[in-house]
C-alpha cells in the first residue's frame, strides 16, 4: 500500500481511540505521540500523520494541545461507541465505527441513520433489506475486486473499507463513496456571491469573490534556543490556519527539510538564497487543485552585509494570478540607509512587473515609523495594517514587555513586520491578527522572537 493509500484508509477511522489505534499500527508511535499529533490537528488522521514526525521529535506538549485533546476526546466519546482493535480481532458492527469523522453531532446521526436505513448516498436509492447491515456472502476477495471496479479505488482501499465494517459490503461502499464526494468538495473553493449570498464551485470563480487568507512570520532560526521545538510549533500554527500563503523569514538549512516532509504534500515551496546561513521561503498552497506556478525569482541585495535577499513566487490561483514577495530587510538602526535602499528597490521592482494580477509583499522589514517617509513609491501602496484600521491588538510584531525570548532588558514595541499591497481593485485588506502568542512549555518560550502576522483580503 503506498502513501496516498494509507491515508485513504486512514480517513475511514471514526473515533479518536480508533485514530490514536491506527496511528500506532502504521507508524510504530507511542500513545501520547498519536494523541498530541491528532490534538494539533483537530483530529484529522491525515494531518495527524503529517504533524507525527515534528511530535515525535519534542519533549513535551503545550498546555493548550492537552487542553484541545480533552475537547476532542470529549466531543468524540459523547457521540460514538466504538472503540479501536488490534488487526485480527474482529471489529465493532456500530456503524458509528465506520464512518468517517463527521463535520457535526447531528450530520454523524444522519449518516448512521441513512446507513442503517440502506441510503446509498449520491443516488438517494433505498435498497430494502431484512437486516440492518448486509454481509458478504462467497469469497471476501470478490467483495474488494467488485467494490475497486464499482468505484474506481485501489483493492488495498477496498480491503481497509472492509476491514473497517467487518466484512460488510454495503456499508464498505456507502464509506468510500461519501469519503471520495468529500474530497472532491474539498478541492473545490467555495465561493460566496455577495449579492446572493449564493456558494458555488471555483468554475465560477470569474464572477465571484472569495477570501485569500495569508501568513507573514520571522520564525527566528538564527535563535538556536529550543529550535526544534520552537519550529514545531510554527508548523502546528501553520496546519490550523491552514492558509493559502505562508512567507517565513530567518529559516536555516535545519528547517528545510522538515518544511518538505510537514508541508510539501500541502505547499509549493520556493526557497530563498541558501548560500547565506538563513534565508526566505515562500510556501503556497496545493489543496485547491488549481494551483499553477508560473514564475519564481531569487534577488540579492547587492549592497546588504548581511545576505537579505527577495523571494517572488508568481502563480495562477482559483484562476486568479498573483504575485507573492517576501523579504527580511537589513536589521538594526544603524543600517536604516541600507533598509530604505532596500524597500525601495522591492516596491520599484513591483511596480515595474508588467504581468497581470494582484501583489503582495510581506516580511520583516526592520522599518521604523519615521523612514517609510522616505520610501519613493510608498503612495502606490496599501499598508494593510492601516487600511484593516490600524487595530492596536496588531500592531506590534516585534514587543519585548511581552516576548521574553530575546531576554532583552530594555523594554520596546515596534512594527518590524509588516504587508503591503499594491493598490487594485481586484483585493481589498479586510482582517491582520497577530499569532504565535502562546509559550511553549516545552522550552519556555514562544515560537518565535516575533508575532506572526496573520492577513485576510477579499479576492473579486
Known amino acids: 500500500m503506498d502513501e496516498t493509500e494509507e491515508l485513504e484508509e486512514a480517513n475511514l477511522v471514526r473515533t479518536t481511540e480508533d485514530a490514536v489505534g491506527w496511528l500506532i499500527e502504521m507508524t510504530g508511535c507511542s500513545a501520547q505521540h498519536a494523541k498530541i499529533a491528532l490534538s494539533r490537528t483537530s483530529g484529522d488522521i491525515s494531518d495527524a500523520l503529517d ?6 521529535s519534542e519533549r513535551l506538549s503545550t498546555e493548550q494541545e492537552v487542553r484541545r485533546l480533552i475537547e476532542l476526546a470529549d466531543a468524540n466519546s459523547s457521540s460514538s461507541t466504538g472503540h479501536y482493535e488490534p488487526s485480527g480481532h474482529k471489529k465493532s458492527s456500530s456503524m458509528k465505527d465506520v464512518i ?3 463535520d457535526s453531532d447531528e450530520e454523524m446521526d444522519r449518516d448512521v441513520t441513512k446507513i442503517k436505513n440502506g441510503v446509498i448516498s449520491g443516488n438517494n436509492d433505498v435498497r430494502e433489506h431484512n437486516d440492518d447491515v448486509t454481509r458478504i456472502h462467497g469469497n471476501p476477495e470478490s467483495a474488494v475486486s467488485r467494490i475497486s471496479k464499482k468505484l474506481g479505488v485501489s483493492e488495498d482501499r477496498a480491503k481497509a473499507a472492509l476491514k473497517m465494517t467487518g466484512n460488510d459490503e454495503k456499508s464498505a461502499v456507502d464509506i468510500i463513496s461519501r469519503q471520495l464526494r468529500k474530497r472532491k468538495r474539498s478541492d473545490e473553493p467555495v465561493i460566496t456571491d455577495s449579492k446572493t449570498s449564493e456558494v458555488g464551485p471555483a468554475s465560477n470563480l470569474a464572477s465571484k469573490p472569495w ?4 501568513l507573514s512570520w520571522n520564525i527566528d532560526g538564527l535563535c538556536e534556543r529550543g529550535i526544534s521545538e520552537r519550529f514545531s510549533a510554527v508548523i502546528s500554527e501553520i496546519k490550523t490556519i ?5 512567507m517565513l523569514q530567518e529559516v536555516v538549512e535545519e528547517h528545510v527539510e522538515r518544511i518538505r516532509s510537514t508541508l510539501g504534500k500541502s505547499y509549493d515551496v520556493t526557497l530563498g538564497d541558501r548560500s547565506s546561513s538563513y534565508f526566505n521561503v515562500i510556501l503556497v498552497t496545493r489543496k485547491v487543485g488549481s494551483l499553477k506556478i ?3 525569482n531569487v534577488k540579492k541585495f547587492p549592497t546588504s552585509i548581511m545576505g537579505r535577499h527577495l523571494v517572488q513566487v508568481v502563480c495562477e490561483l482559483f484562476g486568479r494570478q498573483f504575485k507573492f514577495y517576501t523579504s527580511h530587510l537589513e536589521s538594526m538602526k544603524d543600517h536604516s540607509a541600507e533598509r530604505i535602499k532596500q524597500l525601495d528597490k522591492v516596491l520599484d521592482y513591483m511596480l515595474k512587473e508588467t504581468r497581470p494580477g494582484v501583489s503582495i509583499f510581506a516580511g520583516d522589514m526592520n522599518v521604523r515609523d519615521f523612514e517609510i517617509s522616505r520610501i519613493k513609491n510608498i503612495q502606490n501602496f496599501e499598508d494593510v ?3 484593516t484600521g490600524r487595530d492596536p491588538t496588531a500592531r506590534y510584531t516585534w514587543d519585548t514587555t511581552a516576548n521574553s525570548n530575546t531576554g532583552a532588558p530594555y523594554k ?3 512594527r518590524f513586520d509588516r504587508i503591503y499591497l499594491r493598490k487594485t481593485t481586484e483585493c481589498k485588506p479586510t482582517k491582520l491578527e497577530l499569532v504565535g502568542k502562546t ?3 516545552s522550552c519556555d518560550m514562544f515560537p518565535s522572537d516575533h508575532w506572526g502576522l496573520l492577513a485576510k483580503f477579499a479576492v473579486k
Open 51 to 56: 504533524v507525527l514526525p515534528t511530535v515525535q
Open 100 to 102: 468517517e469523522i463527521p
Open 439 to 441: 509559550k511553549l512549555c
Open 294 to 296: 508560473l514564475d519564481k
Open 385 to 387: 495594517w492601516e487600511c
Open 242 to 246: 491552514n492558509p493559502h500563503v505562508v
Open 412 to 414: 520596546c514595541k515596534l
Open 211 to 214: 477570501e485569500l487568507v495569508l
